[in-house]
Structures are given as structure tokens and as C-alpha cells.
């Protein structure tokens, strides 16, 4: 006999009695354990009216009056189970056998039919205790065979579908749910029993469903499969949980959250423009002082020309001579009243909190007009000017007010960096670079220079080594968000007491 072919025990009983009929209805022996097939195909008793006798007329067994008839070849029985307790008929049937028949006498047989009701009773207890955990579980819990039948449920999930249990152990599971087969093949997202048959591993999905009064549900949906010894899948455990109610907690929570912080943002917005608006008054600040003392300048030119021309007219009589002179006069009043106008006009321009307005623009105007704005704030600093400007420079499109913030800021700390060390120059060039069109603008300063762990901090928000009321550390952070706005780069190298240069890289437009 090869592993292949299965052992076959036929197994007839002698006594029809109600253990008879207990022990046909538990096993039916329609069993198939470890390759061997045995069923019981007989049963003998006088009384054909007895409970076992008539179960196994219904289940299609052999049954006879005489136990004898067993014996029969045809009926190639390999094993006769006594289920009467009287001594006379084991002694008989030992005593009258063929050989090739074994016997299991009825006291034998009790020991183990005990034992085995003694399992039976534990596993019973054991798979209540379980089903009351089961149903005890809020989650919609299935047992599913291969071919899409439902096998067992619990009570969360009869529930949850609204049917008994008769309606739904035995059915296919897209007929529990009223939908056709068709549509669980096509389903978006795809169906997870099938996931998991392609995947081999267990699936989890979110699905979303119509309840009562077409309220939208989400399921999450959990499938493992159960893997036979042959490596193919025995039943899939299916489990749901309604997650509506945490989604939406969790939904409620994020607006909750975004409401925060778009109003802490808000907020934050608020100060930051209320301390960069701060920076730059303080900026303005330094820039009025200087621009106090070229103002004051021309308009005492000015006046002293005004004292003139009155004491003339006052000392002698009015020529030809002296309207020469007036009129010369009046020539320096007017270049110095236009100057003290361009200061005046560059100085609001600075001021202003205007958006951001593109045109195109001269960058090395903006650097000599801004220069021009604080040329006493570098006189008091003996602060000297070099220039390297390229006179070939293009117009780049940029916001003439932010762009001069930014050559403002980088002057202002140049003087700073300079101020320590009583005097110092500051190199100012530029160049076009027509392969890349773009316009490079260096700031070279000859001050006490930036430390080198300092470098990854100098744009960042509020971070200044200056004093106590000298900034508020918003300068560079704002020139790099006006150079990053305008589509550039900013790059800084510095040494200590050897100074920092600045480099700062505009594309001609963005």
C-alpha cells in the first residue's frame, strides 16, 4: 500500500440501541483524518424499530437481524464495534468470527466513548466560551470559505446587516449584502478576499457604505487568511469595525487644529510684520541721522545765498552787475533745493511699506542712489566706498523699494562690522553674466568679519549679535526673503577681522 492510497476499515456495529444512534449523528464517519477513510456501513440488531436501526435505514447503511450475516465477505467488514453490554455475545461473535474480523468489545469501547464525550463536553465549553467572546466583540467578525461562503458569524455582524443567523450561514457573502458578484469583482477599492487570494498576505482596507437614511459609513476592513498544510488557503477570518465616529473625531480634530493655526499663524504674521516694520524704522532711523546732515547742507547754502541777495539789494542799487549774480544765485539755490528733494524723495520711497511692485530697474543706480542716501552715515563711520560696477549692467525686473531695503541693510552692516575698528572700505561690484543672464552684485567689507558657527544662523529670524536696542535681528532675514522673492541666491563668506563679503545673484527676470 503506497501514502497515496488511503486505508479503508469498514465498520459494522452490533446493537441499534439509542448509543447507536448517539454515536451515527456525531460522527457519520464521513471522515477523512491523515489519508485514512473510515466509515461504519452496517448495523445489526433484531429490533428493526430501534433508534439506531432506523437512523441508519435513513443514512443508507447495510442493517440486519443476525449479527452472523456480518460475517458476509461481500460486505468485507474489517472491524465489529459491540455496543451491548451482554458477555454472551462478545463470547459468540469471538467465538465465531472469521479471522480477518476484528472486535471491540463493549466495555472497551464505553472507556473510550467516555474519554471521548469527556473532550467533547471540554471543547463544547471551550468553543462556548469562545462564541460568547466572540458575540461579546463589537466588531463584525466572519469565517469565510474559499469559494465565498459564510461559514460563521457573530452577533455584531448579523446585526450589523440586519438578518438572522439561518439567513446567513451557508450563503454566499455577496448575496448577504445584496449585491452581485459582479459588482464585488469591480469594486473600487478592489474586493479584499480577492486582495488577499493575489496578495497571499492579510489586507486591510477603508470602505465606505450607506447606512440608514443613506448616512455614509466607513468600515475598516481586516482579512486574514488561514493556510492549510498544503499551503492553500482553508478560510479567510473577515473582520469590520465601523470607524465613522473616530474619522469623524479625527476630521473634527484637524479642522480644529488648522482653525489654531491659521489663527496662530495669524497671529504670528501680525508680529512679524510689527517687528520687521520695527527693523526698518530703526534702519530709517540711522538713515534720518545721516540724512539730517546732508539736508541741513544745502538748505544753509541756501539760506546763506538768501542773506546775500537780500544784502545786496539792501546795500546798493540793483544793475546789470548784480542780477548776473542773482541770477547765478539763483542757479546754486535751485541745484541744492533739487538735491534736498531727491533726499527727501529717496528717503519716503525707503519708508514706504509698499507691495511688491516689478519693473525693470538699473541695479547700479539703486546702488549709488542708496549710497547717495547714506553717504554722512559712512563719512562718520570713515567708511570708503570702492566701486566696481559694470557699466555694461542690464536692467533686471525686481521691486525698486525692496531692492533698495536689501543694498540698505547689507551697507548698514558693513558700517556696523567696520564701526569696531574706526575705519575700514566697503567694495561694491557688479557683473553681467549673459550665458546664465544673470546679474551678481558682491558687498566687501573690511570689518571685524561673522564666526564661522554664525553662518547658518545670520538669515535666520530674529538672530543678532548687535547690543540691546540696536535691531532686533529681522535685516538679514527680510534680504533674504526679498532676494528669494525676486527668483536670487544670497551667499556670505567671511573671516574673522579680515571681513564678509555678500554675494547676491539675480536672474534678469522671473
Known sequence: MTDNIPSIINIALVGGGALCKELLEKTTFDLEQEGVFTPIIAVADPNPERPGMLLAKKQGLITVDDYH????????????????????ILEDI?????????????HVFEIFWKAIGQEERKLREQNKAMETILNGIQDYISVISPDITILDANEAFLNNIGRLRNEVIGRKCYEVRKRSSIDCMNSDPACPLMEVIRTKRPVRQVRTTKGHHNKIHH????????????GKISKFIHIGRDITKRMEEEEEITRRLEKMVEERTRQLKETHEKLIHKDKMASLGKLSASVVHEINNPIAGILNLILLIKRIIGETPVGKKE??????YLDLMENETRRTSRIVSYLLAFS????MELKPLNLNNLIEHTLFLNSNLLKINNVKIQYRLDKYLPDIVGSEDQLQQVIMNLVSNAVESVESKGKGVLTIATKYFPKTRRVIAKFQDTGVGIPQENFTMIFEPFFTTKKQGKGVGLGLSLTYGIVQDHGGTIHVDSKIGKGTTFKIDLPLRH
Open 69 to 88: 450475516d456480518l460475517y458476509d465477505p461481500r460486505y468485507s467488514i474489517h472491524l465489529i464495534i459491540i455496543l451491548r453490554p451482554e458477555t454472551v
Open 94 to 106: 469471538l467465538a465465531t468470527r472469521p479471522t480477518r474480523i476484528r472486535i471491540l468489545s463493549y
Open 219 to 230: 468600515i475598516e476592513v481586516n482579512v486574514y487568511p488561514v493556510w492549510e498544510k498544503g
Open 323 to 328: 542780477m548776473v549774480e542773482f541770477s547765478r
Open 352 to 355: 514706504r511699506q509698499n507691495k
